[in-house]
């Protein structure tokens, strides 16, 4: 007989005791990203049936056009967190400077700060295309009660409690991280529920995929192409497949599943890359180690970068452990 399926709520409740601090407000932080990306994926499911597809016309604070959606997203992570009194500050890749919550008053001892990418990979939407949430949990390091600063939000990966991402693909996953390994869910539609489908997630150590924007080659330091080069060459198990989505989710999401590498490399056009270390790089960094991958810029751990700015941008390599030392050792090398 098939084995009864956890659900995430009572996994929460299940593992809330091998949190390092255990109030139960991490747990109650978790159920609430997981009502708002309920809310999230229902919108997504009808894009093409409701006026949500197409631009905003309105620019993010980083001069990147927003869609109806990054907006709508951005609206209901808010919106949850705020209303349930859970976190006491949010900073959103959508929004030019964090969210204080109730911060200020002396009463509110929420410790919790949320960084988001609300909708990663939007350009996919019009076209009927995986695209994503991230999140990224911090203790705020100022004192409980008084206003946050933007020094709780400018810590370093390493210091996240947890991480995660939404993907709405042709099933909609929560896949996240509390420091104790990666779980994945997936959501039973018919009933509302994410189940535990996918316990404790693993990078492969070797892999066959690398994903990378090529269309950028010529812009690549010399180490990066000597890297593609490589994956592209008649030897062994190569060449690798090669395999860009577009959305960082659905690309970490299938290389963390399959065994792959994912690059977003810095190139003449964008000095620092374009993914955002606090939104996108951390999470992904943190989830990638705990499922025994590896993340860097090329030459330094992502999660001991010491964030400067909110919206800070950083070069992205990460994924199974021995594909990403070996693009390493080329950029090293170059
Ligand atoms: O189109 P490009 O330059 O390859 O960029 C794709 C990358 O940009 C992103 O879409 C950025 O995310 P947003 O949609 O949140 O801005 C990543 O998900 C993706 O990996
Ligand atoms: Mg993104
Ligand atoms: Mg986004």
């Known amino acids: 007989m098939a084995h009864k399926k956890q659900t995430l709520g009572e996994f929460i409740i299940e593992n809330q005791s091998s949190f390092k601090y255990s109030s139960g407000e991490l747990s109650s932080l978790i159920n609430s990203i997981r009502l708002a990306a309920k809310v999230v994926n229902h919108e997504v499911n009808k894009a093409g049936l409701v006026d949500i597809i197409g631009a905003s016309g309105d620019t993010n604070i980083q001069g990147e056009d927003q869609q109806k959606l ?20 949010i900073a959103s890749e959508e929004e030019d400077d964090f969210i204080a919550i109730n911060s200020q008053d002396e009463n509110n001892q929420n410790k919790y700060v949320v960084l988001i990418d609300p909708l990663d990979g939007s350009s996919n939407i019009d076209v009927n295309v995986s695209v994503g949430t991230i999140f990224s949990i911090y203790r705020r390091v100022t004192p409980v009660g008084t206003p946050v600063k933007m020094e709780d939000f400018l810590q370093k990966g390493n210091q996240q409690v947890a991480a995660g991402y939404v993907v709405y693909g042709t099933s909609t996953m929560l896949v996240y991280t509390t420091g104790a390994g990666v779980n994945g869910f997936t959501l039973n539609p018919a009933i509302g529920s994410f189940y535990l489908s996918h316990p404790n997630m693993q990078f492969p150590k070797d892999g066959t995929i690398y994903s990378v924007n090529e269309g950028n080659y010529i812009h690549f330091p010399q180490g990066v192409k000597n890297y593609i080069k490589y994956c592209q060459e008649e030897e062994g198990d190569r060449p690798y497949t090669s395999r860009y989505i577009g959305s960082l989710v659905s690309d970490f999401h299938r290389n963390m599943i399959k065994g792959g590498i994912y690059m977003y490399p810095k190139s003449s056009k964008n000095p620092n890359g374009k993914l955002r270390l606090l939104y996108e790089c951390n999470p992904m960094a943190f989830l990638a180690e705990q499922a025994n991958g590896r993340a860097s810029d090329g030459f330094t751990r992502i999660m001991d970068i010491e964030p400067t700015e909110l919206h800070q941008r950083v070069p992205l390599i990460c994924g199974s452990k021995n594909m990403v030392e070996k693009a390493e050792m080329f950029m090293r090398n170059a």
């Not at 990054?70 to 500050?89: H, M, P, S, W």
Request: proline share 0%; hydrophobic share 35%.
């Open 70 to 89: 990054d907006v709508y997203a951005n609206e209901k992570f808010i919106q949850t967190l705020t209303n349930r009194n859970i976190v006491c500050g």
